[in-house]
C-alpha cells in the first residue's frame, strides 16, 4: 500500500531564506513521487514529479527535489523563498495499478514572512 | 495538453438540498477521472474513480455519488447534502500510462 507523511503541517521562513518542505513515503512498488502546489480557492498545479532517471528533479519556480530511496524520503526545497511562494503544497505517491490513483500527503502550509 | 472545467466555483446549499457538479474534460480521450474532497486542514481525499464511462469505483463510502455519461464528462452527486459535505472538490484527470494528473480549478461546496 502507498502512504505520504508530510511532516510539518505549518512551515514559516523568512523572503530569502532556504524552504525545506518534508516528505515520505511507502511504497510495495517502485515509486513516482511529485510535488504539487496550490493557491488558496484554486486546484493543484504540478511542481515536479520524480518517475525514473536521475533523482534530483528540477521544477518550475526554482524549486527541485530529491528522491532518496535509502531514506524514502522525497523532500522539497527552494534555495530563497519569495512571497509568492506562499502556498499550500502536497507530497503525492502514484499508484500503478488500475485508475492509476494518487495518494497525497496532508499538505504543508508555507509562510514567507517579508 | 488536458485542460478540467468544473463549475460552479462556489456553493451554498441548505442541509438536505439535493447536489450536482460537473467536471469536464478537454484535449484528451478516455481519460481516468477523479473525484477529490478536500475538507480544511485535512488534506486531499480521493472520492471516487472512473477508467471508462459508466465505470465507477467508490473510495469511500458516503453520502455522495458519481456519474460519468460520456467520455469527458464526471458527475459529482447528492440526494441530501449533510454539513460534513462541506469542502473544496476537486476533479481531476490523467491517461493511462500518463504520469500526472491535471487538476481542474475546484468547488468551494459550503453546507448551512
Known amino acids: 500500500a502507498q502512504s505520504v507523511t508530510q511532516l510539518g503541517s505549518h512551515v514559516s521562513v523568512s523572503e530569502g531564506a532556504l524552504v525545506l518542505l518534508r516528505c515520505n513515503y511507502s511504497?510495495?512498488?517502485?515509486?513516482?513521487l511529485f510535488w504539487y502546489v496550490q493557491y488558496p480557492n484554486q486546484g493543484l498545479q504540478l511542481l515536479l514529479k520524480?518517475?525514473?532517471?536521475?533523482?534530483l528533479v528540477k521544477g518550475i519556480n526554482g524549486f527541485e527535489a530529491e528522491f532518496k530511496k535509502s531514506e524514502t524520503s522525497f523532500h522539497l526545497t527552494k534555495p530563497s523563498a519569495h512571497m509568492s511562494d506562499a502556498a499550500e503544497y502536497f507530497c503525492?505517491?502514484?499508484?500503478?495499478?488500475?485508475?492509476?490513483?494518487?495518494?497525497f500527503g496532508t499538505g504543508t502550509s508555507l509562510t514567507v514572512i517579508p | 495538453s488536458q485542460t478540467i472545467h468544473q463549475w460552479p466555483a462556489t456553493l451554498v446549499q441548505p442541509v438536505g438540498s439535493p447536489l450536482s457538479l460537473e467536471c469536464t474534460v478537454e484535449g484528451t480521450s478516455n481519460p481516468n477521472l477523479y473525484w477529490y474532497r478536500q475538507a480544511a486542514g485535512r488534506g486531499l481525499q480521493l472520492l471516487f474513480y472512473s477508467v471508462g464511462i459508466g465505470q465507477i469505483s467508490s473510495e469511500v463510502p458516503q453520502n455522495l455519488s458519481a456519474s460519468r455519461p460520456q467520455d469527458r464528462q464526471f458527475i459529482l452527486s447528492s440526494k441530501k447534502l449533510l454539513l460534513s459535505d462541506s469542502g473544496f472538490y476537486l476533479c481531476?484527470?490523467?491517461?493511462?500510462?500518463?504520469?500526472?494528473?491535471?487538476f481542474g480549478s475546484g468547488t468551494r461546496l459550503t453546507v448551512v
Open positions: 511504497s510495495s512498488v517502485p515509486p513516482y
Open positions: 503525492a505517491v502514484s499508484d500503478q495499478g488500475p485508475g492509476n490513483q494518487f495518494y
Open positions: 481531476a484527470s490523467t491517461m493511462t500510462g500518463l504520469i500526472g494528473y491535471t
Open positions: 520524480y518517475t525514473t532517471g536521475a533523482t
